[in-house]
């Protein structure tokens, strides 16, 4: 698959270390819900730097949208999330990945668990939700450390019929929170109408332990292995 030449045309932060970047992308062919890219930098002194990004937008115009969540001491998102401006070229290639993506068609329940900024493939697919008609019930479970980690939280949180929403935090609640700082459990995954007996699909996406305790709960809850799909990420 070939590199295109990608221009920055819009960036906007959603939390104090994440960013969404708009890219004008000439020859992209758009992609599906939950697909990601390839994102390649290149330095003066020809060093290039590679990372991989789930897109937040799925369609098929020459548009990629991205969130980037800077990583402490990282090479490449703190460029991307500080540092570039409309206007700026990096390359892109995808989109990438067949299995971790949604099908407007697909009228199964579907329960996404996001850890962090793992939420950004669902946007994806609750935009692409939107934008379709389609009326596929959605529950979406964030958990974050504190509120200002919340990406998208405005989005999110705006009412769309069909779509239940709950967040987890982990370290700091908001004012008047119901329930003290605490880690993902099962009974923030039950829910019903998304139980293993309604034939629910079930993505997972987050940091790699996230992934594996989330996955474990689900599959506790009796989700069918093949039924829950999983993407991980971790530092470069």
């Known amino acids: 698959m070939s590199w295109h030449v990608a221009t920055v045309v819009g ?13 004008a992308v000439p020859g992209f062919a758009g992609a599906l819900p939950g697909q ?9 002194d020809g060093y290039q730097a590679t990372r991989a990004y789930s897109l937040a ?42 299995y971790f993506v949604w099908h407007d068609d697909d009228p199964a329940p579907v329960l996404l668990v996001a850890g962090g900024s793992g939420v950004v493939p669902f946007l994806a697919m609750t935009r692409a939700r939107r934008l379709s008609g389609r009326r596929a019930p959605f529950r979406l479970v964030c958990s974050v450390r504190r509120p200002l980690d919340a990406i998208g939280h405005e989005e999110i949180d705006t009412p769309d019929p069909g779509l239940d929403v709950r967040w987890v935090y982990t370290r700091e609640v908001p004012p008047g929170w119901p329930t003290a700082p605490a880690r993902i459990t099962a009974d923030d995954l ?47």
């Open 57 to 98: 937008t799925a369609g098929v115009d020459e548009r990629v949208d991205l969130v980037v969540d800077e990583v402490p001491d990282g090479e490449v998102s703190p460029y991307l999330v500080r540092d570039t401006r409309p206007g700026d070229q990096l390359e892109v290639r995808g989109p990438l990945g067949g």
């Open 11 to 23: 960036a906007r932060p959603l939390t104090d270390t994440a960013r969404e970047l708009t890219l």
């Open 190 to 236: 039950s829910a019903p109408g998304f139980g293993p007996e309604d034939g629910t699909d079930v993505f997972v996406c987050g940091p790699t332990g996230f992934v594996e305790a989330a996955a474990a709960l689900l599959t506790g809850l009796g989700h069918p292995p093949d039924r829950v799909r999983t993407e991980r990420f971790g530092g470069a």
């Open 36 to 44: 990601h890219v390839d994102v390649r930098l290149t330095a003066p």
